[in-house]
């Protein structure tokens, strides 16, 4: 399931995950198109957010 697919089912907009990991809607676009990875600090709180585990969560990123 594609990151996009997991903020969905988790209810979130671009928008609303980013101020959970207080980050701009751009970020979580980016990280969401492949541009560029999260970085590593903000895994748990995305993690928490999405309502799925870090192991869950690194298993998606890692997804070619």
Excluded: F
């Amino acid at each position: 399931m594609s990151l996009k697919a997991l903020r969905r089912q988790a209810g979130l907009t671009q928008k609303e995950l980013g101020r959970k990991l207080n980050v701009s809607h751009s970020a979580v676009s980016n990280w969401e198109r492949g541009l560029c990875p999260p970085l590593r600090k903000y895994h748990r709180l995305m993690a928490i957010a999405l309502n799925i585990s870090e192991e869950e969560l690194r298993r998606e990123l890692d997804r070619p």
